[in-house]
T-cell receptor, first 116, second 112 residues
Framework: GAVVSQHPSWVICKSGTSVKIECRSL??????MFWYRQFPKQSLMLMAT?????????EQGVEKDKFLINHASLTLSTLTVTSAHPEDSSFYIC????????????FGSGTRLTVV | QQQVKQSPQSLIVQKGGISIINCAYE??????FPWYQQFPGKGPALLIA?????SEKKEGRFTISFNKSAKQFSLHIMDSQPGDSATYFC???????????FGQGTTLQVKP
């Protein structure tokens, strides 16, 4: 159990366009989902935390108007990169958390975004 | 204070050897310490995790050693295999925030 599906696995878009990445928890309800960005050979940097039905909480330095996060249900969160630029090219990974206390985090397989 | 420092950055081990990766933290409010394995182009996968009330946890070939007073924890991979070649990340979180803070990562190469 505890599978997180992330789609698409890779996407190429033109500068100035927007791209949406979906993160779904397939066999559990995720009270909280997290979005990370990872540049080549670097660590995962948390971008934002989203709780179902409420606004996302963004980490310092992350533009909330550029990276739109929607967590409309307990099984789906989306990240939309608006007006993408080449510097937004990165590996985006979502993570879902089930409950609190002895909760665990399950990661999606990631989305490779290339902006040309 | 939110940082988790990981070392070494890279590690080469012979097949059958022991791989050891270390992490240190500052925030004593951290209460969950997982280790993740990541292959290129994939998301991280949980290997093993520990909470601060335990000094050691073993699962198969993987062992976490935890030193609360020193604020350090380490991953030991026994009988390392070429298939273990990957990037390993330590992480820490505070239960009520749920945010995972990752170390810088260690690229492990196990030579046959």
């Amino acid at each position: 159990g505890a599978v997180v599906s992330q789609h698409p696995s890779w996407v190429i878009c033109k500068s100035g366009t927007s791209v949406k990445i979906e993160c779904r928890s397939l066999d559990f309800q995720a009270t909280t989902m997290f979005w990370y960005r990872q540049f080549p050979k670097q660590s995962l940097m948390l971008m934002a935390t989203s709780n179902e039905g409420s606004k996302a909480t963004y980490e310092q330095g992350v533009e909330k108007d550029k990276f739109l996060i929607n967590h409309a249900s307990l099984t789906l969160s989306t990240l939309t990169v608006t007006s993408a630029h080449p510097e937004d090219s990165s590996f985006y990974i979502c993570s879902a958390r089930k409950g609190t206390g002895d909760s665990f985090y399950t990661f999606g397989s990631g989305t490779r975004l290339t902006v040309v | 204070q939110q940082q988790v420092k990981q070392s070494p950055q890279s590690l080469i081990v012979q097949k059958g050897g022991i791989s050891i990766i270390n992490c240190a933290y500052e925030n004593t409010a951290f209460d969950y310490f997982p280790w993740y394995q990541q292959f290129p182009g994939k998301g991280p996968a949980l290997l093993i995790a520990i909470r601060p009330d335990v000094s050691e946890k073993k699962e198969g070939r993987f062992t976490i050693s935890f030193n609360k007073s020193a604020k350090q924890f380490s991953l030991h991979i026994m009988d390392s295999q070429p298939g273990d070649s990957a990037t390993y990340f330590c992480a820490a979180s505070i239960g009520n925030t749920g945010k995972l803070i990752f170390g810088q990562g260690t690229t492990l190469q196990v030579k046959p």
